[in-house]
């Protein structure tokens, strides 16, 4: 059980990870391709590729921490 809370937890913590070093990327290949404007059209394109694949994740995680949230008040 412990090990099983330990893997939901580091999952989170990776997607975190991963949407931070996306919108990072998305900045610096913005940058390298056309400069101040060129970065700030990658920092939003990376956010929302980042959005639509890393979102469903990180909801289905809130749910999850929802569900417990309400299970501990119950008692259960």
Same mark, same amino acid.
């Given at each position: ?6 893997v939901v937890k580091l999952? $989170? ?32 394109? $990376?956010?929302?590729?980042? $959005? ?12 999850? $921490? ?11």
């Open positions: 059980m412990l090990l099983s809370k330990v999952y $989170a913590v990776l997607l975190e990870i991963g949407l931070w070093f996306m919108l990072v990327g998305g900045f610096i290949g913005g940058w390298q391709a056309s400069g101040f404007l060129g970065a700030i059209g990658g920092l939003i394109g $990376a956010a929302i590729f980042g $959005a639509v694949v890393f979102g469903a994740f990180l909801v289905l995680n809130d749910i999850r $921490a929802s569900v417990k949230a309400i299970q501990e008040r119950q008692g259960t």
